[in-house]
Every structure is written in C-alpha cells, then in structure tokens.
C-alpha cells in the first residue's frame, strides 16, 4: 500500500485520516464502538482498561463523560465529512460496564450517533451489562431508547466459580436479568460465559450451560479462561493458590459446550460463539471478523477505516481533556500492509463456520489447508467446494491450523 506509515505514528492533532482510507471507507459496512470504562469493582481476571471510582481520580467522571463521547463524534464527523458512509449498521456499547452509566446517557449518546451518521432501519445496537447492574426499569428504558441486543455476562452458575472470578451478581441473577431483558422487548439476548476456571468441575459447567438453555437466550458465548499479566488472578496462580488453567480440561468443557447448545438447537457460526438462527448472530462482531470499518468512541478505544487503525489514550481524564482542548484523542495509528490485512483475514475468517475463500490463499498456504484437510481439521464437502471450514476437532486446534495457513 502506498504510504504506508511506521507502526504506531502519532495521529495529527484534528484526526485526519490518509485519502486512500477514506475514499473505501464503508464499503464493507460500518459500525460504531463505544467504550464505557466504568466498573463497580474490578474482577479479578480482566485487564481491559477500566476503571472504578476509586482509581479514576481528577479530571474524569461518569457524569461528564457523555459530553466527552458527543465531542469525539463531532470530531469524527469532521474527519469522514467528505466520505461520509452511508449508514450506521451496527452499534456495540462495551466496557466496563455500559449499564452503570444511566439508561438516558446511553440513549443521549445513541441518538448522538444517529445524527452524526444516520442509523440503519434495521440497525443492531447492543450493549454488555453485568446482571447485578440493570433492572426491569433501566432495560424498558434502554429497549425505548432504540437498543436491540444485549449482552449479559453470567460467566457462571457456580457460586464457587463466580467468587474465583471475583463477580458480584448472585449465580441465578443473570437468568433473571435474561428473562427481564427478554419481557421488555429485546429482540436478542447474549449469555457470556467462561469455562476452564481453576476450582470448576465439569457438572459446574454442565449446570452453567443448563442455566444458560433454560434462560431462553437465543445467544451464547463461551470462552477458556485466560491468565492475563498484571490481573489478580495471575498473581494468585504464580502464588499457588490457584491452579493454572488445564488445556485438556479446556477442550472437554468446549466439547460440552458444543454439545449441549446442538442438542438445545443453537449452532456455531464463530468458534466461541452460537446462535440459534442467522438472525441472533452478533452481526457488530461480525463486521470485525469480516473486514469492515467502525469507528471506536471513548478511551482505549480501538477504529478501523480502510485500512487504518488506530487507538485512543487510555485514561479517561486525559481523553476528556485532549477532547476539551479541541484534539483528537488518539495516541496512535498504523495502516495495515498487504501481508498483515491477508494474515488478519485468515485469523478471523478461518473461525467462522462459513469459512476462508481457499481462493485468497497462496501456494504455500493451499499446501498447509490441503494437510489440514487430511488431518481431519477441515470440512470435506466444504473443502471440494473451495472453502475452509473448520471441524469441530479443527476448532480445538483453529490456532494451529491458522499457523499451517500462513506458512
């Protein structure tokens, strides 16, 4: 690509972007991400960039903080004033925790959306919530407010698992906040969970998964526990209070996860997520997975415009404070080369169930999906039709199989 820039440049103090990003921009949909880094407290295994009261300090608060979204989008509205696309697909409110600021900020900064941008008809919003944080109240509010999806993050129907994780909600909260969403008119409801905790047993996950079915959600996300650096989680496994998460207890709790949404009538449609039609897909999600462009609001956030990617100071105070200064608040960019967009496509679209186009693959590449194909990693019918798809054995092995691709 022409002018490539040195990963990680500094971004120009209004935002502009690069010609060559702009003129494709949206061609392959748009979407808008918004952070919200407030937490109530800090679970014990995350490192996103949140915040409680106590760590925020000076200069940043959850009541200014809409002002502060509503400055970015007029910024971005002048940087995409030329290239404008031409609707808003998707909207994804996460953090954090979205649901602690009010339902009426939520909807301000919806609405902020909508006029900078214009929102599609048939637009998904969503926004995460822990359970503990919305109430049949604050859920019609924010269902009037124009939101679709929400997502609630269970993680577990173990109170012993929930208390490793450090989660604040009760094990029954999160069905309940389900059904509430579900009353209220939410066309789709997302159940997160988390499996591979040190301390769970299978019929803990079992029981997990049973809560989930039963809750009538028409999607689930299940992910293997990670040990992030810095978190307190990583310092009690180095300390040996905790075990460090099994591989092999991993992969038999995504096999149980597998079977019980097939048996309950969900499918796979991303290697960690199911939906029980096409509809209930996380399409937001999809449009990451798929190469289009969004542009991310609040601090941390990460966009992407054709080709170019870039990300926003961390810490709230300085991001209300570059915005108040009339600056952008992105700390740094980097447009993707040709080899690194084709090794980003085989990543993310190899964990699809419809797959990678063989077609974009080289040589070398065919070779490494042909002994996939033979190892019984990848579909054979979708194979013979030029497609790879993982098997659920090659979802096990996804990491590997993408490393065989790109050799």
Same mark, same amino acid.
Do not use: I
């Given at each position: 690509m022409p002018g490539v820039l040195p990963a990680g440049e500094t971004i120009p103090v209004d935002g502009s972007l690069p010609a060559t990003a702009l003129t494709s921009s949206g061609t392959r949909g748009f979407g808008v991400y918004l952070h919200v880094p407030f937490c109530a407290s800090r679970c014990g295994y995350c490192d996103f960039n949140t915040y409680t009261a106590a760590e925020l300090g000076g200069g940043a608060s959850r009541e200014e903080y809409v002002e502060a979204i509503l400055a970015e989008l007029a910024l971005a509205a002048r940087v995409l004033r030329e290239h404008r696309p031409p609707r808003v697909d998707t909207v994804f409110v996460g953090g954090g925790t979205p649901t602690l600021l009010p339902a009426t900020d939520l909807a301000r900064i919806l609405d902020g959306i909508d006029r900078t941008w214009g929102l599609a008809a048939d637009a998904e919003v969503t926004t995460e919530a822990n359970p503990e944080s919305v109430t049949p109240r604050s859920l019609a509010a924010l269902r009037a407010a124009g939101y679709t999806r929400i997502s609630l993050g269970m993680q577990s129907a173990s109170p012993g698992v929930l208390a490793v994780l450090d989660r604040q909600h009760s094990a029954g909260r999160a069905v309940a906040a389900a059904q509430e969403a579900r009353d209220v008119g939410f066309e789709h409801v997302n159940l997160d969970l988390i499996y591979a905790t040190p301390g769970e047993s299978a019929a803990d996950f079992a029981a997990s998964l049973d809560q989930a079915i039963i809750a009538g959600v028409d999607h689930v996300s299940a992910y293997a526990l990670i040990v992030e650096e810095g978190t307190r989680l990583a310092?009690?496994?180095?300390? %040996?209070?905790?075990?460090?998460?099994?591989?092999d207890v991993a992969a038999d709790r995504y096999?149980?996860?597998?079977?019980?949404?097939d048996a309950a009538g969900f499918s796979w449609y991303e290697v960690s997520n199911w939906?029980?039609?096409p509809a209930a897909r996380c399409r937001h999600n999809l449009l990451y997975w798929t190469g289009g462009d969004w542009w991310g609001l609040g601090p941390g956030a990460h966009s992407h415009i054709g080709g170019v990617r870039w990300w926003n100071v961390k810490h709230p105070a300085t991001y209300a404070q570059r915005l108040a200064a009339g600056a952008s608040? %992105?700390?740094?960019r980097e447009v993707l080369t040709a080899d690194e967009a084709h090794t980003e496509e085989v990543m993310l679209r190899l964990r699809l169930a419809d797959g990678l186009p063989l077609e974009v693959l080289g040589s070398a590449g065919r070779a490494g999906a042909d002994r996939a194909r033979t190892a019984g990693l990848l579909v054979e019918s979708a194979y013979?039709? %030029?497609?790879?798809?993982?098997?659920? $054995? %090659? $979802?096990?092995l996804a990491d590997a199989v993408v490393r065989d691709l790109l050799a």
């Open positions: 310092a009690q496994v180095r300390r %040996g209070e905790l075990a460090y998460p099994c591989d096999l149980a996860a597998e079977a019980a949404l939906a029980r039609t608040p %992105g700390l740094a013979a039709a %030029g497609r790879a798809v993982l098997t659920l $054995r %090659g $979802r096990l």
